[in-house]
């Protein structure tokens, strides 16, 4: 199985807004409402942000939304803020088993 | 709040068999949960590596399918990684995580770094 495509690197200014894209194909992203996204600072564990496409867990902030149009599902993050700077993950269910992303490195200017 | 560990050898000669244990606690493996593997080599991408029910069903990575073997020891609460006939490809960081509803990993252990080399 292929690895989900998203973009190497995005970049913005504190307080602007990002979208990171995750495409991926009919038989996993388009497929199911089963995608999250992961958030890793350099050294750590990563972390969830959002899951089944656009659920939040407790405790993460409402800057960040998720969403998912086709094959291709997206994470925005609006108001961006140092803290933000990490590499972002996607994983989608594909029918018994998981694939995930690339990974993104979100630069914050 | 669940709380994930993994332990094993940090390094593994090639041919060998990886093995790696994860530690569960603040909840029981035997609940309704999945639990995953996932991993990580230096300075690259997450890879998911399989998943085992509470029941004891598995899922494995098509990629690694033939030499990966996860399984659960309910007495002990910790779940178990087998990755056979490794190579320098298989060295990363490992992960055990606690799956929900849409998502493979919701609660992540620390990782533990597994080097393959001779």
């Known amino acids: 199985q292929s690895a989900l495509t998203q973009p190497a690197s995005v970049s913005g200014s504190p307080g602007q807004s990002i979208t990171i894209s995750c495409a991926g194909t009919?038989?996993?992203?388009?497929?199911?409402?089963?995608v999250s996204w992961y958030q890793q600072h350099p050294g750590k564990a990563p972390k969830l942000m959002i899951y089944g496409v656009d659920n939040r867990p407790s405790g993460i902030s409402s800057r960040f939304s998720g969403s998912k149009s086709g094959n291709t599902a997206s994470l925005t993050i609006s108001g961006l803020q140092a803290e933000d700077e990490a590499d972002y993950y996607c994983?989608?269910?594909?029918?018994?088993?998981?694939?995930f992303g690339g990974g993104t490195k979100l630069t914050v200017l | 709040q669940v709380h994930l560990q993994e332990s094993g050898p940090g390094l593994v000669k090639p041919s060998g068999t990886l093995s790696l244990t994860c530690a569960v606690s603040g909840g029981s493996i035997s609940s309704t949960n999945w639990w995953s593997w996932v991993r990580q080599p230096p300075g690259r991408g997450l890879e998911w590596i399989g998943e085992?029910?509470?029941?004891?069903?598995?899922n494995y990575n098509p990629s690694l399918k033939s030499r990966v073997t996860i399984s659960m020891d309910k007495s002990k609460n910790q779940l178990s990684l087998n990755v056979t006939s490794v190579t320098a490809a298989d060295t990363a960081v490992y992960y055990c995580?606690?799956?929900?509803?849409?998502?493979?990993?919701?609660?992540w252990g620390q990782g533990t770094l597994v080097t393959v080399s001779s």
């Open positions: 085992i029910s509470h029941t004891g069903n598995t």
């Open positions: 995580a606690r799956e929900i509803i849409g998502a493979t990993a919701a609660y």
């Open positions: 009919s038989s996993d992203v388009g497929n199911y409402n089963r």
């Open positions: 994983c989608s269910y594909a029918g018994g088993f998981w694939v």
